[in-house]
């Protein structure tokens, strides 16, 4: 494995790397901010990428919330951006579902309802496509247990387990509990698809880490023996695909920016993309990038580096 | 690996079986009963071994009762019991905080209070061996998260995360939520030590399964990167060691009798006891039994096939 090219106050070499690439993939949390924290290089970053016109993408696993829910956090920060540059896991689960699903899983079809355990961005992007869904922001499964609740599901009683459910869709969940868990094990045991959005398993937030979308599937992973879910944020590549299907653009022109070495620089070696650029604001170390199983390209200590090469 | 006798049916093999053994351990939930629903062979069954003058202990990894719990549950479905007849997994687990941990993690001598993730049994046994607890059954963590306890957690506020924690202790816990995965993670990161009950990934009632302890404790698991509690439920030896201490029994001379190869046999066979005895009306299959990695001595379909040897 080769050693990533650290590019901070190497005015050349940034040039050089800004130049090699048409399109810029963005990782959000842990790139662009933290939590709420806007970290002050991103906005003039951004702004020079494009006046040099590049495209930028904002690839995003966060699953809560919709494409129209990025832009608009992208705006409030100052980031002028359009739902089509905006990718997001819960978008990229609601394609499949609707346009891949019905070829790939024909039995599915006939059973055409999503078991959500997640919050209102995938709501948003199921509804977006057309697909009909329940669980997820419902108050109904915002409850306790009751042993009312056990008899009926372990009948599989349709009052409870809708027959028309042929996936559970799990994301980060802020309000997951006991009973949502139990309801989407026992559609998944009575044949619906185990699909998430994405399996990362920490968000990062005020410089700490939280709970992310693959620790709330986590559970039903223990009790499914340890299958995992079918996912589609990075490092998948059916998000990867979504992106090159709209865009037509050339992958050896393009680089993937990101904090996390087994999503974001995963994501984009294995979509072969000409580049992958680490940072250090986010979740991996210098060490994981140096020495890890999974290395960029190149990295800095924070996106605003790249402003050197302006 | 050897086949598994199977009884039923052979009266002389029954009683050769019962004659064998002086103590029978028995696992509950799956054995004795499903939930709520008591099988009808388990009463006599019981009262026949009493009569032979064995010794019976129930053994449970349900970590929600405390062994009074267990014994008024025992006595309600008409099986006389004593407290000290019953081993649970809060029990175990809380032994080993207020007797092992002091000699085997000084460090954490100086922060003994518990943080706890489940329910009121681990709460009554703790209180029983002295050992400060927070979290539990406390209502103020069954709430959303809200953005202040981002802050608070990550910078590890002492108004949020009390200092004295030093072990972090996961059991069952019917109302586990995202605040609460939050809290436990952090003061595992803060250093406190990860324990569970046990790691039951799940939890039979009505025919049908539920999650388990083992699925409440997976989303430390997935954020810590794999790291597993030490757990103190079957198969952990440390309660096949606290039960033998107790009664100083001849493990030549006892039986382990469950539903589950995981946890039941294989607590029998690694605890070396002369016998292990599978029962059909829990978890396990018959093809578990006979061609599965963990296999017990002996097998019926129930345990009133017991009855026949009587």
Chains 1, 2 share one sequence.
Not at 189 to 194: D, N, P, V
Not at 240 to 252: L, P
Request: hydrophobic share 35%; net charge negative; proline share 5%.
């Amino acid at each position: 494995m080769s050693t990533p090219e650290y590019l901070k106050g190497n005015k050349d070499a940034i040039r050089g790397f800004i130049d090699k690439y048409d399109v810029f993939l963005f990782d959000c949390d842990g790139v662009l901010w933290s939590g709420d924290h806007l970290f002050p290089g991103s906005v003039p970053t951004l702004e020079m990428l494009r006046k040099k016109n590049k495209r930028v993408v904002f690839v995003t696993n966060n699953s809560t919330k919709s494409r129209e829910d990025y832009r608009k956090k992208l705006e409030s920060m100052g980031i002028p951006a359009t739902v089509e540059e905006v990718f997001g896991s819960s978008y990229s689960a609601s394609i499949y579902i609707s346009r891949i699903l019905p070829q790939s899983h024909p039995e599915v079809k006939k059973r055409n309802k999503v078991f959500v355990v997640g919050e209102a961005g995938i709501e948003t992007e199921l509804a977006s496509e057309g697909i009909p869904y329940l669980g997820g922001t419902d108050p109904a499964y915002r409850r306790d247990v009751t042993p009312e609740d056990y008899k009926l599901l372990a009948a599989g009683d349709p009052s409870v387990l809708d027959p028309d459910v042929g996936v559970v869709l799990v994301g980060l969940d802020f309000h997951f509990n006991y009973l949502k868990i139990c309801y989407a094990y026992h559609y998944i045991k009575r044949g619906a698809l185990f699909l998430a959005t994405n399996t990362d398993s920490t968000l990062p937030s005020a410089g700490a880490l939280f709970p992310g979308a693959g620790s709330v599937s986590a559970p039903l992973v223990k009790m499914l023996g340890g299958q995992e879910p079918m996912a589609f944020g990075k490092p998948n590549q059916a998000m990867m695909d979504a992106i090159e299907g709209k865009f037509q653009f050339d992958r050896s022109k393009a680089c993937m920016i990101g904090d996390r070495t087994n999503t974001d620089i995963r994501f984009g070696l294995e979509g072969k993309l000409g580049g992958t650029l680490g940072v250090l604001t986010g979740v991996a170390t210098k060490e994981d990038f140096l020495e890890g199983d999974v290395r960029p390209h190149y990295y800095v200590d924070e996106l605003g580096d790249l402003l050197e090469g302006a």
